[in-house]
């Protein structure tokens, strides 16, 4: 059974710091692309970090390029994503993605930034 479990939000202050994790399993992890996702109250859901099987290919949101970073342990199997100097408009509930020709989807963690 796929699942795909992340941790690690909370309540931060602005220009603080986060690090998300992402649980996989139930399938061959290094055939899948893992990505980072978030949507906020009212805006659909957008992609914030995408990164390859093999994690030598990495792809951001403008919004995001410079303050984040996506990684992989393909031994673990995990995915993290280290969020800094947060802003009020990072707000929202992140959601980890495994796709590999079918696409899973965790639970969601929010995020809230506020002072």
């Known amino acids: 059974q796929v699942q795909v479990v992340e941790s690690g939000g909370g309540l931060v202050q602005p220009g603080g710091s986060l690090r998300l994790s992402c649980a996989a399993s139930?399938?061959?992890?290094?055939?899948?692309?893992m990505s980072w996702h978030r949507q906020a109250p009212g805006k659909e859901r957008e992609l914030v970090a995408r990164i390859s099987r093999g994690g030598g290919t990495l792809n951001y949101a403008d919004s995001v390029k410079g303050r984040f970073a996506i990684s992989r342990d393909n031994v673990k199997n995990m995915v993290y994503l280290q969020m800094n100097n947060l802003r009020p408009e990072d707000t929202a509930v992140y959601y980890c993605k495994a796709d590999f020709g079918y696409a899973y989807w965790g639970q969601g963690t929010q995020v809230t930034v506020s002072s």
């Open positions: 139930g399938f061959t992890f290094n055939a899948a692309t």
